[in-house]
């Protein structure tokens, strides 16, 4: 099993691009999310999923969008990126429901906005 | 609503020490609670678990978390630190009901002096 993979590793977009960021899990989860994670603020949450063709805001969701059309799949969008946008983002994804719910991470993605 | 405090953003021991990393939490419902750790570049990866039972839990690399109601604690320790420890560290906690999600907490990095 490859686990969570995210795809790409790297990129560097200038203020007011746009990008996906791809995120695919092998291991028939329910739950998917991506956070970001920068210096001093630990993980924060962005969007969350907790099943196909449902998402759900986390706490950091401004300026970023969500979509799960497969179960699969779990995609992060930036319409228009900003320079507080630089950060790495790391895709999760677990059991549902009653279960104790531990996460799997992808490697993540170091997205620099210039 | 779920709450984890780690105390001490930067932790020192020497290699061969032991090592202690503080995790308090709050929850209005019986917790699940979790360890994680992230070495250099990479996703964050499950070092143990507490559910329900035993409340000394044993993870990888020699790590174990002993769950303290009565202190809302889950420290993290391992007898003999070794220099591939060197990493940050989560803690995390969870409630039990169904629409509750992992709360991480800031982070904790290792750091392991020869």
């Known amino acids: 099993n490859a686990g969570v993979t995210q795809t790409p590793k790297f990129r560097v977009l200038k203020t007011g691009q746009s990008m996906t960021l791809l995120c695919a899990q092998d291991?028939?989860?329910?739950?998917m999310y991506w956070y970001r994670q920068d210096p001093g603020m630990g993980l924060r949450l962005i969007h969350y999923?907790?099943?196909?063709?449902?998402?759900a805001k986390g706490e950091v969701p401004d300026g970023y969008n969500v979509s799960r059309l497969k179960k699969q799949n779990f995609l992060l969008g930036l319409e228009s990126a900003a320079p507080s946008q630089t950060s790495v983002y790391f895709c999760?994804?677990?059991?549902?429901?009653?279960?104790?719910?531990?996460?799997?991470f992808g490697p993540g993605t170091r997205l620099t906005v210039t | 609503a779920q709450s984890v405090t780690q105390l001490g953003s930067h932790v020192s021991v020497s290699e061969g020490a032991l090592v202690l990393l503080r995790c308090n939490y709050s929850?209005?419902?019986?917790?699940?609670l979790f360890w994680y750790v992230q070495y250099p570049n990479q996703g964050l990866q499950l070092l143990l678990k507490?559910?329900?039972?035993?409340?000394l839990v044993k993870g990888i690399n020699g790590f174990e978390a002993e769950f303290k109601k009565s202190e809302t604690s889950f420290h993290l320790t391992k007898p003999s630190a070794h220099m591939s420890d060197a990493a940050e560290y989560f803690c995390?906690?969870?409630?039990?009901?169904?629409?509750?999600?992992?709360?991480f907490g800031k982070g904790t990095r290792l750091h392991i002096l020869p």
């Open positions: 999760a994804s677990s059991y549902g429901g009653s279960t104790s719910g531990e996460q799997y």
């Open positions: 291991m028939n989860h329910e739950y």
């Open positions: 999923s907790v099943g196909e063709g449902t998402t």
């Open positions: 929850s209005s419902v019986p917790p699940y």
């Open positions: 507490y559910t329900t039972g035993a409340t």
């Open positions: 995390a906690v969870r409630g039990m009901n169904r629409d509750d999600k992992i709360i």
